[in-house]
């Protein structure tokens, strides 16, 4: 299987089973694309489709790119079967133990953000605060439940977790005390709006945390009009001096400032360099996952605008890389030698299996999404997961699993998508969301441009 497109004057092929990318010009671009519509390569039709060619283009030229694209076919690297799809049946019966938890250490919130799917941090139940008893006893489930593994993940996220400041500081210190007991090693990371981000925690942070996402959205008018304090008045003058302080604190690394935009800010390519030119390095801006009712959902009809702005955003990137000004956009960042494992390129998050979430009571759940969904609760910290049959579900959910996934060109990138994305608009965790595949789909190809971008600059220097 291969995708072919044209993205800022290049001319791309992906051979989608081995991962290569050949960057062509328009002659072996247009024979790829004659032997693709043929089935594939075919000896008993090449002479045709040479003589096809021909008729655009110098039959000697047609003749030497043909013997080239036969070159990458022996090499595997062009037209090569899919060596994936055997593997699944082993796949489904793989053992799995938990590596990362999503601790909802506050379903509470001083910000009122229009789009949250918490419903303002509260997950549409009633507020509440994780005990430190209750994130003790998550920590030991974790342990309990990673098989050998020894690096474990714990993010701490909300509602705000910094209006539960004191027993994130208890669990970071509790987690740090038992990893020598149990060799395994604690990776910690926090999501934060910013309201209360002061000194001490950042301090804090920069000492224990891994990762940090900072919520902004972009441009002040952008951003007050989506998330708000409670009572309306814009939060964007708050936080971007906080959190341009934290992010030179990191060397302006492992941090994330984290952005969503929606069907008001299409032009969200602005919202972005508007990030950049702040000073941030590392951004990641998505688009709104919404009921379709909503004023703000992203419409079918919104496509064509947002796959410009993407394009528009890939060649300012690759133009700022080379004058010296590059940042990092995450769902640009893309590796295209190393990349996930298999079970990775298969499944996608591992949510469900490896990845669930504990609310402050200390109920597990698939993921964060699916908080609040009785029909996804597994069990609890203390009594461990009790509804195995949920879990062998979401590990039978797979690429190969999803229809839409079999034939498409992004499916070891995206590994099937958001299985709660899914459910919210299909009813089945094996569903797919298309407005949010679409998407998907653009950003892989921008990825690759960049990446095309980069090389031929570096054969240039």
């Given at each position: 299987m291969i995708h072919q497109y044209k993205n800022n004057g290049y001319a791309i092929v992906l051979d989608v089973n081995s991962g290569a990318i050949h960057v062509v010009d328009d002659l072996t671009y247009d024979l790829i694309a004659c032997i693709d519509r043929a089935g594939g390569p075919d000896p008993a039709k090449k002479e045709a489709q040479i003589a096809e060619l021909s008729a655009v283009y110098p039959r000697e030229q047609v003749e030497e790119a043909?013997?080239?694209?036969e070159t990458l076919v022996a090499d595997e690297s062009l037209f090569t079967r899919d060596s994936y799809e055997p593997y699944i049946t082993d796949f489904k019966k793989r053992p799995t133990v938990v590596k990362a938890l999503c601790l909802h250490i506050a379903h509470d919130c001083n910000l009122a953000c229009r789009y949250c799917f918490a419903g303002e941090g509260e997950y549409h139940g009633s507020r509440a605060l994780m005990s430190f008893e209750v994130g003790k006893a998550a920590l030991d489930f974790l342990i309990a439940h990673s098989g050998q593994r020894r690096n474990l993940e714990v993010d701490f996220f909300g509602g705000e977790p910094l209006m539960n400041w004191q027993v994130v500081k208890d669990l970071v210190a509790y987690g740090r005390s038992q990893e020598k007991l149990h060799d395994k090693s604690f990776r910690f990371t926090l999501t934060t709006n910013g309201v209360l981000l002061d000194d001490e925690v950042t301090e804090f942070c920069n000492r224990e945390m891994a990762n940090v996402v900072l919520s902004i959205d972009g441009r002040r008018e952008v951003h007050d009009r989506m998330r708000p304090?409670?009572?309306?008045?814009g939060s964007y003058d708050l936080i971007v001096p906080k959190f341009l302080k934290f992010a030179e604190s990191r060397g302006q690394e492992r941090y994330?400032?984290?952005?969503?935009?929606t069907h008001h800010n299409l032009d969200f390519s602005e919202d972005v360099l508007h990030l950049a030119d702040l000073g941030f390095r590392q951004i990641s801006v998505e688009p709104v996952v919404a009921e379709e009712g909503a004023d703000y959902a992203i419409r079918r009809e919104d496509l064509p605008r947002l796959f410009a702005e993407y394009d528009r955003l890939a060649a300012e990137m690759a133009e700022r890389k080379q004058n010296g000004r590059e940042f990092q956009f995450f769902h640009f960042m893309?590796?295209?030698?190393g990349g996930p494992c298999v079970a990775k390129r298969l499944s996608g998050c591992g949510s469900g299996t490896e990845y669930l979430a504990v609310t402050p009571w200390g109920d597990l759940y698939p993921c964060h999404q699916?908080?609040?969904?009785?029909?996804?609760?597994?069990g609890n910290v203390r009594e461990g997961i009790v509804r195995q049959e949920v879990c062998d579900e979401f590990k039978r959910c797979n690429v190969y699993a999803k229809e839409n996934c079999r034939t498409c060109f992004a499916r070891f990138y995206c590994s099937g998508g958001c299985a709660a994305n899914a459910y919210n608009f299909t009813g089945d965790i094996c569903g797919t969301y298309d407005i949010g595949c679409e998407l998907q789909k653009k950003r892989i190809e921008c990825a690759i441009m960049i990446k095309a971008a980069e090389s031929e600059s570096a054969v240039g220097q």
């Open positions: 043909y013997a080239e694209v304090f409670r009572k309306g008045a994330y400032v984290r952005g969503t935009f893309i590796d295209l030698e699916f908080v609040g969904n009785e029909k996804f609760l597994l």
